[in-house]
C-alpha cells in the first residue's frame, strides 16, 4: 500500500504563489511516476504536472511556465510550485503516484485564487 500526503493549499491573491507539497510513504519502491492534477466545481478532473522516475516532465498548456513540478527521491516527496495563480487555478488539487499497474492518489488540498 502507498499513503499520500498533501500540504501547502490555502487562499492567495491573483499573481500569488503557493508551494504544494506531497509525502509518499509505504510501499514506494519501482515508482513509475508521481504528479499533480485538481478538479474545479462541476468540472473534471485534470492533469496539471508530472515527473517521472527519470525526471522527466510534463505540464498542461494552461500552467507552463508558471508552475514547476519537482521531486525529492530522497524524502519521497513531490512539489508543485505555483507562480502567477490566477483564479481559474482554483481548484482542489490532488497528488498521484503511479506504481504499475497500480494508483494512488492523495486526499486532496484546496487551491483558492481569489481577492
Known amino acids: 500500500q502507498v499513503q499520500l500526503v498533501e500540504s501547502g493549499g490555502g487562499l492567495v491573491q491573483p499573481g500569488g504563489s503557493l508551494r504544494l507539497s506531497c509525502a509518499a510513504s509505504?510501499?514506494?519502491?519501482?515508482?513509475?511516476?508521481m504528479g499533480w492534477y485538481r478538479q474545479a466545481p462541476g468540472k473534471e478532473r485534470e492533469l496539471v504536472a508530472v515527473i517521472s522516475s527519470g525526471g522527466s516532465t510534463n505540464y498542461a498548456d494552461s500552467v507552463k511556465g508558471r508552475f514547476t513540478i519537482s521531486r525529492d527521491n530522497a524524502k519521497n516527496t513531490v512539489y508543485l510550485q505555483m507562480n502567477s495563480l490566477k483564479p481559474e487555478d482554483t481548484a482542489v488539487y490532488y497528488c498521484?503516484?503511479?506504481?504499475?499497474?497500480?494508483?494512488?492518489w492523495g486526499q486532496g488540498t484546496q487551491v483558492t485564487v481569489s481577492s
Open positions: 498521484n503516484l503511479v506504481r504499475s499497474p497500480y494508483e494512488y
Open positions: 509505504g510501499s514506494i519502491f519501482g515508482i513509475n511516476g
